[in-house]
């Protein structure tokens, strides 16, 4: 299992980087099943995780000038504000209900990827920005990030594009900018409450980090909507394994 758990670090690094979000769904179920951390303790260590993967493969698309930094970090302050007050609330919840309100939330994100990579073709930036709806969706975002421990990927760019004006590849970008801002947050508001095992975290960002970079590389040449599609659907089979796991 614990070569599985490397491996699908990889995955969440990749991920990232070529659709700008979605990975980070994996990071948790990748710590407490493959590599044997505790609900709370996975949870915690993902927000560091995808904080930092995100962090690093936000490099190259700065870089290339992709990322809308006015419009991320609008989106990502009010995220900050709820994922800390999630990291919070997520402390103080059983394990079980955790398990299952993410394999829920993994279901609903696998299906938001498998219905946006139809739609991913015909996707038009928004012609003005909707500020207050930009905000709304961060602090909706924030607080499921702070609580579970995903970045809310699978949202931010739709909202990003068709609430925040940006063209599909800068919205990927830019969720990469506010990813790293809400998870960052929800580290601090869970951080009183959990144990980091060093080792296993290192190993997870290490492996993520090098996935990021690759993604972020060959992404400009690969068709967004089959990656999207393919991976929805994986995310479907991991969802469906935690429900068995728990309920059996």
């Known amino acids: 299992m614990v070569a599985l758990g490397l491996v699908l670090s990889l995955a969440i690094g990749l991920s990232l980087g070529l659709l700008g979000g979605g990975g980070s769904i994996l990071t948790v179920p990748v710590l407490h099943y493959a590599l044997g951390l505790g609900v709370h303790d996975a949870i915690g260590a993902s927000l560091l995780v995808v904080g930092v993967t995100s962090s690093v493969a936000l490099v190259p698309h700065a870089r290339a000038g992709q990322v809308r930094w006015r419009t991320g970090l609008a989106f990502g302050a009010a995220s900050m504000v709820s994922a800390f007050a999630g990291g919070r609330l997520g402390a103080l919840l059983p394990a079980p209900l955790l398990i299952a309100a993410f394999a829920l939330v993994m279901i609903g994100a696998a299906i938001a990827m498998l219905v946006r990579a139809r739609a991913l073709q015909r996707l038009r930036a928004a012609e003005h920005v909707h500020l207050p709806r930009v905000l709304a969706a961060g602090l909706g975002v924030g607080l499921v990030t702070g609580v579970l421990g995903a970045g809310g990927g699978f949202v931010i760019m739709p909202a990003l594009t068709l609430l925040g004006g940006l063209a599909v590849r800068e919205a990927v970008a830019t969720s990469l900018l506010v990813i790293a801002m809400n998870t960052f947050a929800g580290l601090a508001g869970s951080a ?35 990656l999207q599609r393919g991976f929805g659907w994986f995310v479907i089979v991991v969802a469906a394994f935690i429900l068995l796991r728990e309920l059996i």
């Open 192 to 226: 009183a409450h959990m144990h980091i095992d060093a080792g296993i975290v290192a190993a997870v960002t290490a492996l993520a980090v090098a996935g990021s970079l690759v993604g972020a590389r060959i992404g400009r040449r690969l068709p967004a909507h089959h």
